[in-house]
Nanobody, 125 residues
């Protein structure tokens, strides 16, 4: 049984940083594309950052350029989303998901294999 568990969310002031973690069990993340998505109240879910390490493929949304980075630790079967220079508009529930490719996971409507339960990020003074 595949499980993706996000953590690391919380309340942070504008300009602050958070590192989200997505720990997987039942699946080896290195074999799949892994993506971070977010959904704010009243808004549609949107892709944030995706990668498939094995294919050396990375995609990210324009709004995170220069602020967020994705990384992974194969030994811990974990993918991270480092978020710096956070803005109030980054407030959302953040989810990780797996897919067969960066294109299928992050281009257009996500074709995800599994989703985590999400972690809340709130950016507020």
């Amino acid at each position: 049984q595949v499980q993706l568990v996000e953590s690391g969310g919380g309340l942070v002031q504008p300009g602050g940083s958070l590192r989200l973690s997505c720990v997987a069990s039942g699946v080896t993340l290195d074999d799949y594309a892994v993506g971070w998505f977010r959904q704010a109240p009243g808004k549609e879910r949107e892709g944030v950052y995706c990668m498939k390490k094995r294919d050396d493929m990375i995609w990210y949304a324009d709004f995170v350029k220069g602020r967020f980075t994705i990384s992974s630790d194969n030994g811990k079967n974990t993918v991270y989303l480092q978020m710096n220079s956070l803005k109030p508009e980054d407030t959302a529930a953040y989810y990780c998901a797996t897919g067969n490719s960066v294109q299928r996971l992050c281009f257009g409507r996500p074709e995800a294999l599994d989703w985590g339960q999400g972690t809340q990020v709130t950016v507020s003074a």
